[in-house]
């Protein structure tokens, strides 16, 4: 194995947070993109496929890029392009999901397994997403004291998240994922303790929380395999069940600085740019309260990105567009 290096020694890093939020300025990371433990030399060849690259006719900064690829090397113009290629019609969108339904019945039920063979990120992590939803708290952004209210983790596999963050920041949290096998782990760790309620078994492309109420929807390593109308659908259902004054938080491989959106062909997974998400937040009629950039990180991966979303009101629509553009 060529694991990442180890992550102890920035034990301290420091977090950002882009310009444009309530929160102070972010620094240039890069993302974990899921690659499969392999050995040293396949490693290597696997680090190739999802290092950062120069976009192909980059604009200037604030731009965006359309153009992207795919790590079996099929360029695109744009991503509605790789769409409408790889969904033709219901067969070519099931075979969309089979593909990373097939990628997750193979990987282990433990954390070295949904980490993808790293599982020394894995503190990093949920250090950096508690510190932004304590920074939610002190801005107001998250009414919820620590400790109270209700949070859903979706994707939540084998309940990693709930355990090392949410768990201790909500007074209840209930878990969605596809995968049962997953998610029976989840279910066996966690049925003695009473802030963990309830376990469900769905595809997010079928996940309905609308008549629910949550003060956080917890989304991670997850929206990467959602098609963009699947996963504005998605959105506007995750919007219906919230509390009022509650959160979507989204953690997610984005690809910044004027790179190339990429696509891992080994589990279908995209890893979109910034520009790219927000445009689909706005489609759902959600707006970013906050973002952040998870800076504790190995360098030469795709970058990491946390945003939380709210509800738009329809008077402050016409302004989502312009208030977007400030924070890339």
């Known amino acids: ?42 490693a290597r060849q696997v680090q190739k496929k999802i290092q950062k690259k120069p976009a192909r006719g980059a604009g200037k900064a604030g731009e965006g890029v359309e153009a992207g690829e795919d790590t079996e090397g099929a360029t695109y113009e744009k991503l509605s392009d790789m769409w409408e290629a790889e969904l033709k019609g219901e067969a070519g969108r099931k075979s969309w999901y089979a593909k990373a339904t097939s990628y997750w019945q193979g990987q282990e039920s433990s954390i070295n397994g949904v980490l993808g063979g790293y599982p020394e990120t894995n503190a990093p992590d949920l250090r950096e997403s508690g510190r932004f939803v304590e920074l939610l708290r002190r801005s107001g952004a998250l009414a919820t ?5 209700a949070a859903v983790d979706c994707g939540a596999g084998i309940g990693r998240v709930t355990g090392g963050l949410l768990r201790h920041q909500f007074g209840q949290v209930d878990l969605v994922e596809p995968n049962k096998r997953l998610l029976s782990t989840a279910e066996r760790d966690f049925k003695d303790d009473e802030r963990v309620k309830r376990f469900t078994a769905c595809p997010l492309q079928d996940l309905d929380l609308t008549g629910e109420s949550y003060d956080c929807v917890w989304i991670q390593w997850v929206l990467l395999y959602l098609p963009d109308d699947d996963l504005v659908a998605f959105l506007q259902r995750c919007k219906r069940g919230l509390q009022t004054g509650g959160l979507i938080c989204i953690k997610e491989n984005v690809v910044r600085d004027g790179d190339s959106w990429i696509v891992d062909k080994e589990d279908n ?8 998400y927000k445009v689909v937040f706005e489609r759902a009629g959600l707006q970013v309260a ?12 795709i970058p990491v990105m946390m945003y939380a979303l709210r509800p738009m009101d329809a008077g402050e629509a016409g302004l989502s567009e312009a208030s977007a553009t400030m924070k890339r």
């Open 269 to 276: 997974s995209v890893s979109r740019t910034d520009a790219q």
């Open 290 to 301: 906050h973002e952040m950039q998870q800076t504790c990180w190995p360098k030469r991966l």
């Open 145 to 149: 004291a620590k400790g109270d209210g």
């Open 1 to 42: 194995k060529s694991p990442v290096p180890s992550l102890r020694h920035r034990a301290f890093c420091s977090v950002s947070v882009l310009p444009g939020s309530a929160m102070a300025p972010a620094s240039k990371g890069l993302v974990r993109k899921k690659p499969a433990a392999a050995p040293e030399k396949e």
